[in-house]
């Protein structure tokens, strides 16, 4: 990125946050950035947040790496003391240098003690998280309902446990580093005689040396799989909300840790309620008798329709309230309330005879029977 910015900004997080918190900001800010959430938004919306994507997954490629979060820290940029000199963290700022990587690894390594991607080659590596969003109507938010997600993740392989080698045994340590993954040597550098740590060229970092790979995955320690997740989804999940399976992702090598599968949900909006927080609210229309005679009228609810009594005289844009007939709270058996506003319906197409008693109606009226009218004709007169 040639744009500089902040990481630790980016993601929410101090500069002494753990591995674990910053694990856990790109989550939530991935998750808040996601362009899946964007998808129907306008245009310079949906630019912004895919820039802010990037930034929030190139900050975590940082600050997630031991080596590159060093160098950010003490350098102000990840790739060492040279790096903000020509055009930011990528390759194509080195223009004019030949390759960047060939001409300053060395020397970054000097400083380092390695390999920027990562001190260990051989190290426990924690597998990918898989996300996946799904679309699901209002009334399966407001119910809960359950879901078959189907998945393609990487999974150890079971005849060789991962290790690649035949029986997981056809291996032996590699002579050249002694199963260690990395080799030290000598450079001359243009800043004198360095010592150099980098990767094993014999066994490329893994520290052994497979003598008859595994037939199974090829060697390759993993197989691609097909699974479905039975996913529960609770009742009260809003949009944009997301559920985390713990160790459902693509597998870790070395022991690592299996990745996470995350579900994104994507609620469709109802034709008649609309959501904000766990209350409900939607408009009720009513006749002009019922609004001023008082009367009996249903109600639609999320449990069903239900028999609301309306005062007599009621005004148009009147709310009423409906206690603990919203949404139920995620982990909580207690529920929002049900909001409706009144609509009082002005009749039309009348007849004759209709436009007649109607008149006589009003003539029938004072005009201490309509206050707002009144205060109004006050008004008028001043």
Same mark, same amino acid.
């Given at each position: &990125? ?13 500069? !002494?946050a ?5 694990k856990?900001?790109?989550?939530? &800010? ?17 630019k ?13 490629d940082? %600050? ?16 060492g003391? &040279?790096g903000g000199g ?43 998280d ?6 699901i ?19 150890? @392989? ?31 550098? +243009?800043?004198?005689?360095q ?7 014999? @066994?490329?970092?893994?520290?052994? +040396?497979?003598t008859?790979?595994?037939r ?6 993993? +197989? ?12 009260? +999940? ?11 992702? !693509?597998?870790?090598?070395?022991g690592g840790a !299996?990745? !996470? ?10 034709? %008649? ?11 009720? *229309?009513?006749?002009y ?10 109600? *639609?609810? %999320? ?15 009147? &709310? ?9 709270r ?9 909001y ?26 004072s005009?201490?029977?309509? *206050? ?11």
């Amino acid at each position: &990125m040639a744009d500089k910015f902040d990481y630790y900004e980016t993601l929410g997080v101090s500069k !002494n946050a753990t591995d674990e918190e910053i694990k856990a900001a790109y989550r939530r &800010m991935a998750k808040k950035y996601h362009p899946d959430l964007y998808s129907t938004k306008p245009e310079a919306e949906r630019k912004a947040a895919e820039e802010q994507f990037k930034k929030v997954n190139h900050a975590y490629d940082v %600050l997630s790496d031991k080596q590159k979060r060093a160098a950010y820290d003490q350098y102000g940029d990840e790739n060492g003391p &040279m790096g903000g000199g020509f055009g930011g963290s990528g390759a194509g700022g080195a223009q004019g240098f030949g390759d960047f990587d060939s001409f300053f690894g060395d020397f970054f390594n000097a400083f380092t003690g390695g390999a920027r991607r990562s001190a260990r080659p051989n190290g426990r590596i924690d597998g990918d998280d898989i996300t996946v969003t799904i679309t699901i109507d209002f009334m399966e938010s407001v119910r809960g309902v359950q879901k078959d997600i189907p998945i393609t993740r990487q999974e150890q @392989c079971s005849d060789c446990h991962g290790t690649g080698a035949k029986g997981g045994t056809a291996y032996k340590t590699c002579s050249t580093c002694n199963g260690t993954g990395r080799v030290t040597t000598r450079q001359n550098t +243009i800043f004198g005689q360095q010592v150099v740590q980098t990767v094993c060229p014999n @066994c490329r970092g893994n520290g052994r +040396i497979i003598t008859d790979s595994c037939r199974t995955c090829g060697g390759k320690g993993s +197989i691609k799989r097909s699974r479905v997740i039975h996913a529960d989804i609770p009742a009260g +999940i809003d949009n944009g909300q997301m559920i985390t399976y713990r160790n459902e992702g !693509n597998c870790g090598k070395n022991g690592g840790a !299996n990745g !996470n599968f995350i579900l994104m949900v994507n609620v469709r909006p109802h034709a %008649l309620f609309k959501r904000k927080g766990y209350d409900v609210y939607f408009d009720v *229309p009513i006749s002009y008798v019922t609004a001023t005679l008082g009367g009996e009228i249903e109600v *639609p609810t %999320l449990d069903g329709v239900v028999k609301y009594k309306v005062a007599e005289g009621t005004q148009t844009g009147t &709310m009423c309230r409906l206690a603990g007939k919203g949404i139920k709270r995620l982990n909580s058996e207690s529920r929002g309330d049900l909001y409706f506003t009144v609509q009082v319906q002005t009749p039309s197409g009348l007849s004759k005879a209709q436009k007649e008693l109607l008149s006589q109606f009003e003539s029938s009226l004072s005009i201490n029977q309509s *206050p707002k009218q009144k205060k109004f004709a006050e008004f008028l007169k001043k």
